[in-house]
């Protein structure tokens, strides 16, 4: 039968890879920071930038109507909304405490992942909900001033393009999202069972 | 310690660890390198409150664990096979076989037996894992034990 000696021996035979330089890993831990800032802005600064053009339009057009404000007030705390929660769970995700014992480790990351799956079903509806009322309310003044073949035709494309969200993008995006944290999930339960069985 | 010091020493360690987890070159050398990131990030913050080693090899296994992400994202199968093979004709065959069975143990299994093969302390592995110093002597005897029988096959 083998000893442990042979697996000593054995295991120190694997050859480690060539060290890479230390200028390519401070060269990742740089890229992997500008990411995480990346996508943190670019969804910031589109959202703000929605929000302050529909606004800004709302608030240039002569007489504005009830329907207009409440519409733009609601699209404005959709897209708000979704970005502070956003905002919060970001930093959460890329700084879990990577120097806890595994156990501890994998329960916080578990905490973590039903966070996000909790967010992501909750968020994601109010945020469609909060947008198509706005856009909805938002645009009546808009269509009041078109001819009748013309509202029409605006109804039909807004009401479509909100019915084609709703049904299909809405719950195909959580769903996708869903699937992929409740298989996460699973697996890190699984693994800390393996801690716990004994 | 400086975290060129560090590297130096301890990156064959990581490496081998990551190896044992994942038994592929590649990704066990990107795990590696995502320990160094977060190590280098981390060190102004290390309180010697546990020894260096034993804080290194807990980022390192945490890394390890992380990995169920990555997984899910990009399955095994869609990877190229001939790339491993040019990469293993070089290794003794033994070798391979050791890390091969390793990499089939489940997850916590694959990084206590490969920390103790890498000398880490009993003692220290309980800590790093978060299991009792007991259920730890207990599950390594428990490793080796299906190891040898693996290896007894293999002989034959």
């Keep these: 039968m083998s000893t442990e000696i042979d697996f000593k021996s054995l295991w120190n035979k694997q050859p480690a890879t060539d060290m890479p330089d230390t200028k390519e890993i401070f060269a990742k831990a740089d890229k992997l920071k500008r990411k995480t800032r990346c996508t943190l802005i670019g969804l910031n600064l589109s959202l703000i930038a929605t929000s302050i053009i529909v606004v800004y339009v709302g608030l240039n057009i002569d007489h504005v109507k009830l329907t207009t404000k409440i519409g733009m007030a609601l699209m404005v705390i959709g897209m708000i909304s979704y970005l502070v ?18 156990h501890d480790y994998l329960n916080k990351l578990i905490r973590i992942k039903r966070k996000e799956d909790f967010i992501n079903k909750v968020m994601i509806n109010i945020y469609f909900t909060l947008l198509s009322a706005g856009l909805l309310l938002y645009m009546l003044q808009f269509a009041a001033r078109m001819s009748t073949a013309w509202a029409a035709w605006y109804y039909i494309l807004t009401f479509g393009w909100m019915a084609f969200a709703w049904f299909y993008l809405r719950p195909r995006g959580i769903r996708r999202k869903q699937k ?10 699984q693994i800390n069972g393996q801690l716990e069985a004994e | 310690m400086v975290f060129e010091e560090i590297y130096k020493t301890y990156w064959s360690k990581v490496f081998r660890i990551c190896m044992g987890y994942v038994n592929d070159h590649d990704w066990a050398k990107d795990i590696a390198q995502e320990t160094f990131v977060t190590i280098w990030q981390q060190l102004p913050k290390f ?9 290194i090899f807990r980022i390192a296994s945490n890394n390890c664990l992380r990995q169920i992400e990555r997984q899910n994202r990009m399955p095994r199968s869609e990877m190229p096979e001939q790339i491993e093979e040019t990469i293993a004709h070089d290794i003794e065959p033994a070798v391979q076989f050791l890390y091969k069975c390793i990499a089939e143990l489940p ?50």
């Design chain 1, 180 to 189: 992929f944290l409740n298989e996460v999930i699973e697996r890190l339960e």
């Design chain 1, 85 to 102: 929660v956003y905002n919060q769970i970001i930093p959460i995700v890329f700084k879990t405490e990577v120097e806890s014992n595994s």
């Design chain 2, 107 to 156: 997850e916590t299994d694959r990084l206590i037996i490969s920390l103790e093969l890498e000398d880490v302390k009993q003692v220290e592995i309980a800590k790093i894992v978060g299991l009792s110093e007991t259920n730890t002597r207990v599950k390594i005897y428990r490793i080796k034990e299906r190891l040898a029988k693996k290896f007894e096959n293999y002989e034959h």
């Design chain 2, 47 to 55: 309180r010697n409150e546990s020894a260096i080693g034993t804080w």
